[in-house]
């Protein structure tokens, strides 16, 4: 019955979904985040050559959730840093 929710023979996409939501982790974002981008981009990819593997909406959320965390903790280092360097 959960066939059709979980992309199982999708397993990049479903692998981009799980490091996207744990890239929500402050302290392990970037990393995650940087792992969920690629493979979301890698699921995606699979997910149009192979129709019925589906997994497009974990791809997506993967490299939504991935980018943007990853971006967003980068940043967050980033900025103190070069405010200190202004200084």
Request: glycine letters at 14%; charged letters at 10%; aromatic letters at 10%.
């Amino acid at each position: 019955t959960m066939g059709g929710l979980i992309p199982y023979k999708n397993a990049k996409a479903l692998w981009a979904y799980y490091l996207g939501i744990f890239s929500l982790i402050p302290c392990i974002g970037v990393p995650l985040g940087i792992a969920a981008l690629v493979l979301g981009v890698k699921g995606l990819k699979y997910a149009e050559l192979h129709p019925e593997a589906k997994g497009k909406g974990h791809s997506w959320t993967g490299i939504i959730l991935g980018g943007l965390c990853a971006l967003a903790y980068t940043l967050l280092i980033a900025i103190p840093l070069m405010m200190g360097a202004l200084n």
